[in-house]
Each structure stands twice: as C-alpha cells, then as structure tokens.
C-alpha cells in the first residue's frame, strides 16, 4: 500500500507551513509547499519584468520555464530554469504578485502536473490553498484551517519582524486580508474547504495542540 497523501489548505497565516512541516517530519513524509511553486512563478514574471496585469505575456512566459522542486521533510528547493531561488521567494513584493498570478487560469493548469507528480507516490503532506479540491482530491486525509483575521495577522507580522522586515501590523494585516479575498473570489480553484475536509480553528490552539490533534487524525488512517 502506497503512503498517504494529506491535504492541508487554509488562508494566509493560518499556521499551514508550521503544522505541515511538523507532521512531514513525525511521519517521515515529504513536505510540498505548493505556494513556492506560485511564487516561483510570480518571481520569473518580476525578473522579467512582465506586467502583472497582462495575462497573456504570462502565460507566454510558461511554456520556456523549467521549474523543479526538491522536496524534503523540511524545506524544499525551488529551482527555476537551472537556478536556484528559494532564499528569493519570501520578499513582499514576490507575496504580492503571488497572490495575483495565482488567479491565472493557465499558471494554475500548468502548476497541476508539477504538483501532482511530487505528490504521486504518496507520502506527501502537501499545504496550499486548493489541495483537497483541484490538486488532489483523493488525498487519504484533508485539513483546513481557519483562524481569526486579526489571529493570523498578528502570526504573520510577528514572522516578518523576526525575519529583519520593518513592516507595521496594519499594513501586514490588510495585505494578508487582500491576498485571502483574492484567493477566496477567484474562479479557478478558489479557496474552499473541500466537502470531505476537518476544519480546525486554531485561533486559540498551540501548534502542539493542532500537530497532536492532526496526527491522531492521520494515526487512525495509517
Ligand atoms: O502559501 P503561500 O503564502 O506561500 O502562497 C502564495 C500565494 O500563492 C497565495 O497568496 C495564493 O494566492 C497562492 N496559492 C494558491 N494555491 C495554492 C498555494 C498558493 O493559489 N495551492
């Protein structure tokens, strides 16, 4: 019997990449964090310096781009046509023009295939926004996440502050809101709890508590 696939899907700051790495690594599976490949591909268009608005040239730029992830329990390498950018993926700016490129149909047809031959083997905790719906409805087990707008804000800020950024909570907060209501509107693979789905509320969990919660859940199906 192959390995499990699980699905963990949730809006921005939830907790995703913290709990799915965490679960990869007491199961020993790998950790697919689907938002690298988004804005691997919103770094591609920056360093081109392709308008974010015109969806064509963006779609264009797809057929000529090499993209691989090497996925590990922990962190996964992004390499783009030969180069390796993972330390360049984090910036405001690639967060921003992730959000928006994600919206296009075509960079979602052509993310599917990448995403679905890591996962293919099973053995995957894979994290994002659409992976119990689109990327892999099968999955053995699906997680969404929820957590209160200002909850998740305040993670998210608390992150950038550690990571050198001079960024002030507001800000962090409406750009956190914006990318949620963009990938909550957007036609193609919006962000939705998949009908087979365990929503959790982590507003007032501890990683621990979501991590133990989730691994009893997984136990169960192993
Ligand atoms: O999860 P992360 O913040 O790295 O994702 C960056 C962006 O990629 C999100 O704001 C979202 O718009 C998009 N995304 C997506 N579907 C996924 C993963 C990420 O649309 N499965």
């Given amino acids: ?37 988004y804005r691997a591909i919103a770094w591609k268009v920056q360093d081109m310096g392709v308008s974010p608005e015109d969806q064509r040239a963006i779609a264009g730029l797809l057929p000529k781009t090499i993209l691989h992830m090497a996925c590990g329990p922990e962190q996964s390498h992004v390499l783009l046509d030969g180069r390796d950018i993972t330390g360049e993926l984090r910036t405001p700016a690639v967060t921003a023009l992730a959000s928006v490129v994600s919206a296009i149909p075509a960079v979602r047809e052509w993310l599917l295939p990448v995403q679905r ?63 949620d209501d963009r990938d909550r509107s957007r036609t193609v693979a919006p962000l939705i709890p998949a009908p087979d789905a365990e929503c959790i509320d982590t507003s007032s969990m501890s990683v621990d508590a979501v991590v133990a919660h989730m691994m009893a859940v997984v136990a169960a199906r192993l």
């Fill in 117 to 179: 031959k890591i996962g293919a083997e099973g053995c995957v905790v894979a994290e994002g926004r659409d992976i119990g719906t689109k990327v892999f409805p099968q999955a053995d087990v699906k997680f969404f996440l929820e957590a209160d707008a200002e909850v998740r804000a305040t993670r998210r800020h608390r992150e950038l502050v550690a990571a050198g950024h001079s960024v002030q909570f507001d800000q962090t907060k409406r750009d956190l809101t914006g990318r």
């Fill in 1 to 37: 019997k192959r390995g499990l696939i699980i699905a963990i899907d949730g809006p921005a700051g939830v907790g995703k990449s913290t709990v799915a790495r965490l679960l990869a690594r007491q199961l020993g599976y790998l950790y697919l964090d689907t938002g690298a490949l």
